[in-house]
């Protein structure tokens, strides 16, 4: 089949389909509507001769009905004609569940043609050899049934028709991997980063991995050097690029899925090592070896940028060693990979007032294993964040913190700046303790040491002298 470029926001078109469907799905259901139920009857798994019965919610039935109202959306034709030039079209629909579907069917005489002979099963794939309109035809035939098939994915099992994001995020990543792949080739990918500010003009943090200003990199798609607002390029770009080059040795690797891991364990290496809240776009580019054109993937990051992390020539080895490090040593199945986790959620919030309660349950998880009711976080966050002189004070801030959360969950408090100031301490504790822990400073059990710098304190103080015991010595022998 000849090849058709993918249109670089293919994504973000179906993205914007899925969502405007969305709508008109649910106003549907308020009108009236109903999604017809299926009394499903399953045996146990421990072979009892009684099945198990449940109603199951026909949603692909009354999306099918309900096809010329959403091809009536004007995001439906724009959608349909990106998908229609998808070279992994077929591919998609060959792995799209249900039987019967026009573009299934095409997929799978296609696989089965190409094994006896290729040429028959390029012209059976695709009618344009002979007759271009009816070519042009079946792709569109096919893109319907595969944007019918995308709803059926991201709603299955709903009778609401709220959209989800992880379920829309899915479903793209699983279109995108059926685009084919120059195996052997290198991948180049190509995301922005926001939040941070570099001295150099290129900064290269491993083989392959280098972080530059927009001007340096040859060739970038406008779209990864637009602004944030979509704004066309200028010379003072407010953000940089990530490069990511990916050679794999085995054939049955992602590169795509190896290179979104290590931009991931990037942006993470990068919000530990500065109070700046530095964000990747939630769509990056990639490029293969023998491919000239860009095509989006989705990165699956996000959130907005606070602050800004500054890194000088002078801290740029100091930078490439502390990423290495992260990438080796963060933990991935205990508490201190939770905690990292949700101060990850925390950093994606889109103002400092929703992430506090992520960054709480962080410190709670680390520092509080008796549960909130024992009253311990606040001292034990100053016990290993404050001198002995600044305990006190921390201790009372982390309690207001705290009542500030309740505040922000009861939504009796509007964000200010000592409120969104009051948070941001909360999420560098939290980044200063994973990051000691991470690097080997401090031991992983953070209550333990705590407790004992409390204790060592209590000692302390008691083993000092009362200054006034001379004093009453005298009188009382007087």
């Known amino acids: 089949m000849p090849s058709a470029d993918l249109p670089s926001g293919l994504q973000s078109l179906l993205a914007q389909y899925v969502q405007a469907a969305a709508a008109l799905l649910r106003a549907q259901i308020a009108a009236g509507a109903e999604v017809e139920l299926e009394l499903d009857a399953r045996r146990s798994r421990a072979g009892a001769r009684t099945p198990f019965y449940s109603c199951r919610p026909l949603t692909g039935a009354f999306i099918r009905d309900r096809e010329p109202l959403l091809a009536a959306l004007p995001e439906h034709e724009p959608a349909l004609a990106a998908l229609a030039a998808f070279d992994g079209l077929d591919r998609y629909l060959a792995a799209v569940p249900g039987e019967g579907e026009p573009g299934l069917e095409l997929a799978r005489r296609g696989r089965r043609l190409a094994e006896l002979e290729p040429s028959i099963a390029l012209a059976e794939l695709d009618p344009s050899i002979a007759d271009p309109a009816r070519g042009r035809a079946h792709a569109r035939t096919r893109a319907r049934a595969a944007l019918r098939g995308l709803l059926e994915e991201v709603f299955a099992d709903q009778t609401g028709f709220e959209l989800q994001a992880e379920r829309l995020s ?98 993470r290496a990068l ?61 991935h199945s205990n508490e201190l990979a939770w905690a990292l986790r949700r ?57 207001k913190a705290q009542k500030l959360e309740r505040e922000i969950v009861a939504g009796t408090v509007a964000e200010r700046a000592s409120t969104r100031a009051l948070a941001g301490d909360v999420a560098d504790h939290l980044r200063a303790l994973l990051r000691d822990v991470i690097c080997g400073h401090l031991a992983p059990d953070l209550a333990r040491v705590a407790d004992e710098l409390l204790s060592a304190a209590v000692n302390d103080v008691e083993d000092v002298e009362d200054p006034s015991a001379g004093e009453r010595q005298v009188l009382v022998e007087a």
């Open 170 to 267: 899915g479903a793209l990543r699983r279109l995108e991997r059926a685009e084919p792949v120059e195996r052997g080739e290198a991948t180049v990918l190509l995301a922005t980063l926001r939040g941070m500010t570099i001295a150099s003009p290129e900064i290269k943090l491993a083989k392959g991995l280098s972080i530059l200003i927009p001007a340096a990199v040859e060739g970038a798609p406008e779209a990864a050097l637009a602004g944030e607002d979509g704004t066309p390029p200028d010379d003072e770009a407010e953000h940089l690029l990530v490069s990511l080059t990916v050679e794999l040795s085995d054939p049955d690797e992602d590169p795509i899925e190896r290179g979104r891991a290590v931009l991931l364990d990037l942006l």
């Open 271 to 331: 919000r530990l090592y500065g109070d700046g809240r530095v964000t990747l776009g939630s769509l990056a580019f990639a490029r293969g070896g023998g491919e000239r054109r860009w095509r989006t993937v989705l990165l699956g990051a996000g959130g907005r940028p606070h602050g800004m992390l500054v890194v000088s020539p002078a801290q740029e080895d100091e930078l490439r060693a502390f990423c290495s490090l992260v990438s080796r040593r963060a933990p």
């Open 343 to 399: 101060f990850e959620l925390g950093c994606e919030r889109p103002s400092p007032h929703e992430g506090l309660s992520d960054h709480l349950l962080a410190l709670r998880a680390l520092l509080e294993p008796e549960g909130p009711a024992s009253g311990q976080l606040a001292g034990r966050v100053a016990a290993l964040c404050a001198t002995a002189k600044d305990r006190v004070r921390l201790t009372e801030r982390m309690v």
